[in-house]
């Protein structure tokens, strides 16, 4: 009888155990998505959550206050929306932030999953955006109303200056937006918080436990030590002690340690060899301290200024000093970084820029293709170059990402004869489907390979 009480105490262990490692994953999911945030570094969100989390009066959670949706919001929102949004700045679309100020939710939930048909139906708001973009159509999207709900939950949560939600908006007016889960740095910080604080009580507990379980199991060992009417069997499972040798001996540890060992290799294996070749993020150091934010982003500087050739052609050229010299003849003629430009025109050697984008020579990429037919923003591809002091390769240049964009980017064939009954035959085929690049052939191995 006292023997199986002392055998139990392995299995409440594990028991445990598996409660911790539970409650672990749980806290690790969390912590790579933010992670995630960070490192994507354009999102303006994380820096806004921040300041957020040290203003004063925290606002009432959108949506509910529904960490989870807000959550989901977040990850919808990086799947279809981040390439073109953020939060406080503009991207290739406008700033998110505010936008349940600017529009009630009936007005957003449409133009999310089908903004041509917004601007078509003339919405004087939804026209003036569109020209005021360009006529740069955002793609349509297949969301049911809750996802776009807790997008916009995530927007709102993420915004520089607290607001709620616009009234009257499908929120399910739940009350507990005020409980103490969600506070002013956004409900998803919130969330992690309080699982974190969840772990530490449970780290705890379980130490309390174990210690408790060890003074009883040798209190009751002393106890039965005391004792004069045990047979031989009880005596051996009372002395018994944990044997390390048998353990590392045993044939099945050995196999388990074995599998997890081989998996993991394999793991890091198969991850090593995708990224060959890969060289997303690349950011090497330039010859001359040239910044884009200075340049494109404060003084405001046409990429085509210098980068003349970008909606003509094939490749987008990078200046030559004599474009530099149109200004720095006059501005700032005493910087090191200048005199830089000079020495080169007087070798008549040109500036030796680090190349950051490459493709492999058996892929054809057109500019003027993208952004003088396709009327593309270089942002959607480039990330925000207004903003980079020193440029990385913001996409990945695969041949997925290509496709990708292909099969979901609208055709801009609005008055452009040479499509029309291209777009009929379509329609009729396929209503309601949107013309996409790959629905006239961008996706066809020839398009793109030589
Ligand atoms: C390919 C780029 C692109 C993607 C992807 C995209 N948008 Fe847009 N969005 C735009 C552009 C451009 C506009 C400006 C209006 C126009 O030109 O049609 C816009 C406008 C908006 C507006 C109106 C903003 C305002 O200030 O009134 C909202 C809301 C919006 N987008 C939400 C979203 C959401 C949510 C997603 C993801 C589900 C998304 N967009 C994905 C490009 C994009
Ligand atoms: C004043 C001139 C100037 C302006 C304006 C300018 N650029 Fe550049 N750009 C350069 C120079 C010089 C380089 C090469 C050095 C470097 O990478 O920083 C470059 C490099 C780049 C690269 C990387 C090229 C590579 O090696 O793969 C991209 C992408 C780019 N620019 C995009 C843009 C975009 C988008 C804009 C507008 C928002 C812009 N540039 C505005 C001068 C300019
Ligand atoms: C249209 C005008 C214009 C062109 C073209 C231009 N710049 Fe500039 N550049 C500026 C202005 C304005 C500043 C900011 C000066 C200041 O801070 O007082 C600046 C600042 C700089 C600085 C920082 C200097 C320092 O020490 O603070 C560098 C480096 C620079 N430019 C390099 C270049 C290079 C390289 C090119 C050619 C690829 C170029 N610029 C083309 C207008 C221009
Ligand atoms: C559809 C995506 C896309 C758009 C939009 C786009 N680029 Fe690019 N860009 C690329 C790719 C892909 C490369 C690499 C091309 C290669 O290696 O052949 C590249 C390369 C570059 C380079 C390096 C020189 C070269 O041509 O290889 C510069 C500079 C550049 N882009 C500037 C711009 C500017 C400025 C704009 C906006 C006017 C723009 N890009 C719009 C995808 C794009
Ligand atoms: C962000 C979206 C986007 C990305 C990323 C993109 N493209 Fe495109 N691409 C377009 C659009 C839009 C068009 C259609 C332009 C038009 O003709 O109106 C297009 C057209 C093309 C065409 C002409 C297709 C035809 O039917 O004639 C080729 C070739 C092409 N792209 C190659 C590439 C390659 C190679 C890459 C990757 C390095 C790439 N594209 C990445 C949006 C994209
Ligand atoms: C929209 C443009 C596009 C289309 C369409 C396309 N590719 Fe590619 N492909 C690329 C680009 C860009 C690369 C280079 C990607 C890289 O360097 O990772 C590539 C690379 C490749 C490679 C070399 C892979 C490597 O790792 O070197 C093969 C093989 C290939 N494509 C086959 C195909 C076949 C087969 C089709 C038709 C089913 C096709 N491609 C259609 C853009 C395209």
Known sequence: MNSNRLRSLPHLLLALFLTFAGAHKVAAQGASSSAEV?????????????????????????????????????????????????????????????????????????WIKNSSKVVASGDAYAVELYNKFNKQQMPSFALSDKEITSIVAWVTSQEGAPGAIAKGGPTDGNAAATDGKTDAGGAEAGAGKYVD??????????????????????????????????????????????DWGKLYRSPVMRGIVGTVFALVLLYEGVQSVMAVGLTQGYQPTQPIAFSHKLHAGEHQINCAYCHTSVYKSKSANIPSANICMNCHSQIKTES?????????????????????HNLPDLAYFN??????????QCQTCHGPIQNMEVVYQYSALTMGWCINCHREMPLNTKDNKYYDNLVKLHDTKNAGAPFTVSSNGGTECSKCHY
């Open 336 to 356: 090191p970084e200048i005199k830089k430009i000079y020495r080169a025109i007087e070798r008549k050697q040109p500036i030796q820029w680090v190349r950051i």
């Open 197 to 242: 604080i969840l772990l530490i009580v449970l780290v705890v507990v379980l130490i309390v436990l174990v210690v408790t379980l060890v003074i009883i199991g040798n209190l009751m060992k002393d106890v039965l030590r005391g004792r004069k009417d045990l047979d031989g069997r009880d005596i051996e499972i009372l002395e018994q002690r944990f």
């Open 38 to 110: 960070k490192k994507e570094g354009v999102t303006p969100g994380a820096t806004a959550g921040a300041t957020a989390a040290t203003a004063v009066a925290p606002p009432a959670a959108p949506g509910g206050g529904d960490a989870a949706a807000i959550a989901a919001g977040d990850a919808l929102f990086k799947a279809n929306c981040a390439q073109c949004h953020a939060v406080n700045e503009q991207v290739v679309g406008p700033a998110l932030g505010g936008i349940t100020k600017r529009r009630p939710i009936s007005w957003i939930i449409p």
């Open 367 to 376: 500019h003027s293709q993208h952004t003088q037919v396709g009327g593309l």
